[in-house]
């Protein structure tokens, strides 16, 4: 039969991961690579990593699945029908969407759509996002 | 002789002139292609079958998903009869790459248009690179193209799994064929695997399972694939996808023992994955045809393929022009034209002189006149082809008479052609003009593929230039061109191997701080001819006073997904999905998905037209 996943790494040691999600000269004005540029210089205590996670969902979570984080935040920006500039913070326990919208999500991941929403679909279609607190 | 429409003839020399006597060799009145059905006459027919026939259905599909979400298409179907009358695919999108590369330094280009796909992620970077270097005069060392091949075989190694299991693969997974042909998952759950020693499923039925999106083994082993392959383009150029080490004269990358031994040991572990993949889409192929011989017609149409040739010969490519037919035919994969399944040409001037692009049909103004009337060679070049073109959108309310989509419709020889990786496998078969290797054997029938022992013992897989060509072909060209590039990545790991015991390290034709000095300042065209995952690529330029003045890129998605033309011939996807006939089962028309249909469409490709960045709801793309 087929090979299992070719990867399962131990735990990292990465208590949380912090990833900002954007893309150079788009229309999110890159959000979230500022972000991490910004958070980089900072001292955020042991066990925090600060990551460009703009590269693709599926990449995203294979990059998930290696750390393993106890706790992920992501940083982007995306139109939500508020005032633009407007700072929102959602918790983000699963996602209630059919295996048919999932599948989707990760349809359009790997045809190139990077977004904040559409990673955490795949992440969590694919099982990668850190267990609920 | 291989043009057919255009009035080109060829000296002894191979050299072309347009043929005399002719006062407007180009104009679309007066070169024709020979179209067995008007659109009128098309029109006529759909609307006396709607009058007789209240089973006629429209559908209008925007997005096709799993596709990338920038093509829809709408087609006129015959439920009663289970056929489609009619289909038209339009790219929704904007791109605009060729106007934001206007006026820009040329090096510019290359991370511009890599942007151009977000499924692959390298090919455009190359191409542009080859355009440019052309237009610059420099040759990148051998091991700067041995780079290059590396990386774009790993590209191909991330594209082809991931279009198999994620993208095409869905449609042959147990919950499709459940829904919409219950017979054949019936059949499935008793038809015994031919390539069970290979691939380890027992019957259909445990295949279609493993297909199934989220939970299926396939699918998921394909995602872990297309991770090994994206390690092995990063451990070349640093980054995937938009690598940013990809320079005009060759690659800006640092290429050690330690890098081609982690790349090795990455490479290794495909062989057997690359049999599997093969042993399956072959089984796949073959139930539905025992099943019903119908789905050969399932998006059948004629052999014409076109591509442009992949991977160089490190000692054979110059990067100029002049030379482009004999370093072009030293290819892994041969460029050339075939025209219902004859190879009719594999010269690179004969390619790009064939082909010219047509807006009738599209969002865009036709320009007028053109820059040039010959390649720099002095073979005959139409005011439509891509050195003349010039991208002016011009947006208006869609209407299928006028103008409906954004996708272009490019033609050679005025012939309706295909791009696709399995188009490599065509021409190169046929061609049998590969360099000498230890892998790879073109027979002018078939590809005999020699795959190196892994858990498996070594091997030897032939693909058979098909007799029918249709959706199922091309899944199971698509997975021996897998292993065809992995091929091509041992063959070109050797040479790395072989250039660094030599002691030929340099990657680039010239240090960085010398590029500037290389951008000629007067009027000079490029052009990249290159491949991307579903198969011919180019991108044409001009170069004055040091900045791009023109940049016209044409993607495999352009051709396949492309609108009627001046003659009203439509392009391959349309004329794939008429050809296609309805097999699921329609007894209550609420539940028709069109699954042949979409099988039709993805099998070929997907849109390689991704959108950038753009919050969700503000639609799927930014136009800049």
């Not at chain 1, 996602?95 to 999500?105: F, G, K, M, T």
């Not at chain 2, 057919?4 to 006597?21: C, M, Q, S």
């Not at chain 2, 259905?57 to 056929?83: C, F, H, Q, Y």
């Not at chain 2, 990455?266 to 072959?282: E, N």
């Amino acid at each position: 039969m087929p090979a299992g996943p070719i990867t399962e790494a131990p735990r990292s040691g990465v208590d949380v991961l912090v990833g900002g999600v954007g893309q150079l000269y788009q229309g999110d004005l890159d959000l979230g690579r500022h972000a991490i540029e910004a958070l980089a210089g900072e001292d955020l205590g042991r066990g925090v990593r600060v990551e460009d996670l703009h590269y693709g969902a599926v990449a995203v979570v294979q990059r998930l699945q290696e750390l393993r984080p106890a706790a992920l935040i992501l940083v982007g920006a995306a139109q939500r029908g508020r005032a633009p500039g407007s700072v929102h913070r959602r918790s983000i326990e699963g996602v209630d969407l059919p295996p048919s919208e999932l599948q989707r999500a990760v349809g359009e991941a790997v045809t190139g759509y990077v977004t904040v929403d559409l990673l955490i679909e795949v992440a969590f279609a694919l099982e990668a996002l850190p267990p609920a607190p | 002789m291989c043009f057919k429409n255009l009035p080109i003839d060829f000296d002894e020399a191979g050299n072309a002139t347009l043929r005399g006597g002719i006062p407007d060799p180009y104009d679309v009145t007066i070169t024709k292609p020979d179209v067995d059905k008007s659109e009128a006459e098309r029109e006529a027919q759909i609307r006396e079958l709607v009058a007789r026939n209240g089973h006629i259905k429209e559908m209008n599909m925007d997005p096709v998903t799993r596709i990338a979400g920038a093509m829809a298409l709408s087609v006129t179907a015959d439920l009663e009869e289970g056929r489609y009358l009619d289909a038209r695919s339009q790219a929704p999108l904007f791109r605009g790459y060729e106007v934001i590369a206007m006026g820009r330094d040329p090096r510019d280009a290359i991370f511009i248009t890599s942007r151009a796909c977000g499924v692959c992620g390298g090919v455009h970077a190359h191409c542009s690179a080859y355009a440019i270097e052309m237009a610059m005069g420099l040759a990148p060392p051998a091991m700067g193209t041995v780079a290059r091949n590396l990386g774009e075989a790993a590209e191909m190694g991330y594209d082809n799994p991931l279009h198999l299991y994620l993208l095409a693969g869905p449609d042959y997974s147990e919950p499709v064929v459940k829904a919409t042909t219950p017979h054949l998952w019936q059949k499935a759950q008793s038809w015994s695997c031919p390539g069970v020693s290979n691939h380890g499923f027992r019957t259909m039925s445990e295949l279609m399972t493993a297909l199934t999106p989220l939970t299926g083994d396939l699918y998921r082993e394909g995602l872990d694939f297309t991770r090994l392959a994206r390690e092995q383009f990063v451990l070349l150029h640093g980054k995937y996808p938009h690598p940013q080490t990809i320079v005009p004269g060759g690659v800006s990358s640092t290429i050690t023992l330690q890098t081609l031994n982690e790349f090795h040991s990455r490479l290794s572990k495909i062989f057997d994955y690359a049999q599997r993949m093969v042993a399956i889409w072959d089984d796949l192929t073959e139930f539905f045809y025992e099943a019903d011989e119908r789905y050969k017609l399932v998006g059948s149409r004629p052999m014409n393929f076109i591509d442009t040739g992949f991977w160089d010969d490190p000692y054979a490519y110059d990067a100029t022009y002049e030379n482009c037919n004999a370093w072009g035919e030293r290819r892994w994969a041969t460029p050339g034209v075939m025209i219902d399944g004859e190879l009719v040409t594999t010269r690179l001037t004969d390619v790009s002189c064939g082909f010219e692009e047509f807006v009738d049909h599209s969002f865009y103004e036709q320009w007028s006149g053109g820059r040039h009337q010959t390649d720099p060679l002095g073979n005959p070049i139409s005011p439509y082809h891509p050195w003349n073109k010039q991208t002016l959108p011009k947006p208006g309310p869609k209407s299928w008479k006028e103008k409906y989509t954004w996708s272009t419709a490019p033609r050679w020889d005025r012939q309706v052609v295909e791009a696709g990786a399995y188009a490599r496998l065509f021409i190169t078969a046929r061609a049998r003009k590969q360099p000498a290797n230890d892998f790879i054997e073109a027979t002018g029938h078939s590809l005999r593929m020699r795959v190196p022992k892994g858990l498996t013992p070594e091997a030897e897989l032939e693909w058979h230039v098909p007799d029918t060509w249709n959706a199922f072909e091309r899944n199971r060209g698509r997975a021996y061109h897998y292993l065809f590039s992995q091929l091509v990545s041992l063959a070109s790991l050797m040479d790395a191997y072989d250039l660094m015991r030599k002691g030929e390290n340099r990657v680039a034709a010239v240090p960085a701080d010398e590029l500037p000095k290389r951008i000629p300042k007067e009027p000079t065209p490029g052009v990249g001819f290159w491949g991307a995952g579903r198969g011919f690529l180019t991108h044409f330029l001009e170069l004055d006073q040091g900045v791009i003045d023109n940049y016209q890129i044409i993607t495999p998605s352009t051709i396949n997904a492309s609108p009627r033309d001046p003659w009203e011939q439509p392009g391959p996807y349309d004329e794939s999905v008429r050809n296609t006939p309805m097999l699921e089962d329609i007894s209550d028309p609420s539940k028709f998905t069109s699954i042949d249909m979409l099988r039709a469409v993805r099998c070929s490709t997907r849109a390689c037209r991704a959108p950038r960045t753009c919050p969700r709801g503000a639609g799927r793309s930014c136009a800049r």
